[in-house]
C-alpha cells in the first residue's frame, strides 16, 4: 500500500481531517480533533531516497496494546510508535511488505479505538457513517 493510497483511505473515515500541527513533513490525520494516525516520509519525514537505501512512507497508528506486541512478531515492517507510546502505537514502515488488506484493518482499528475514548454524542455522530 502506498502513501496517497493510505491517505486516501483515512480521508475516507467519517470526519477524518489532514491537519500539519507538526509542520508540512508530517500529515497528522484527526477525527473530531483527536489524532489517529500520521503519515511522513521516513522518520519524522526527513527521509531521503538513496541509491542505497530508498525512502519509505512511515505511518503511526493506534492499536491496542497486546495486539501492538503481537504484529511487531509477524510483521518486521511494524515497530514500536515512532516518537509515540511505544505500548499505545505501532509503527508501519509501508516498503510493500504488508498486505493492503491488513494495513486497513490496522487503520480501522486505529480509527475505532479512538472513536472509541469520546463522548457518546460524539461517536452516534461517527459512527452513523459506518
Not at 525512502?55 to 510483521?75: H, T, V
Request: hydrophobic content about 40%; charged content about 25%; glycine content about 4%.
Amino acid at each position: 500500500m502506498d502513501e496517497s493510497t493510505c491517505q486516501a483511505y483515512l480521508l475516507a473515515k467519517p470526519h477524518a481531517i489532514l491537519d500539519y500541527p507538526f509542520g508540512d513533513e508530517i500529515k497528522v490525520f484527526k477525527v473530531k480533533n483527536k489524532m489517529f494516525a500520521t503519515l511522513a516520509l521516513g522518520k519524522m519525514g526527513k527521509a531521503k531516497n538513496t541509491d542505497e537505501q530508498p525512502a519509505y512512507w512511515w505511518m503511526n497508528l493506534k492499536c491496542d496494546p497486546d495486539e501492538a506486541f503481537i504484529l511487531r512478531d509477524l510483521f518486521t515492517a511494524v515497530i514500536p510508535g515512532y516518537h509515540m507510546s511505544k505500548k499505545h502505537w505501532n509503527t508501519i514502515i509501508l516498503d510493500g511488505s504488508i498486505p493492503q488488506g491488513e494495513i486497513e484493518r490496522m487503520i480501522d482499528n486505529s480509527f475505532n479505538l479512538v472513536v472509541s475514548k469520546m463522548t457518546k454524542k460524539d461517536q452516534a455522530s461517527i459512527m452513523i457513517h459506518l
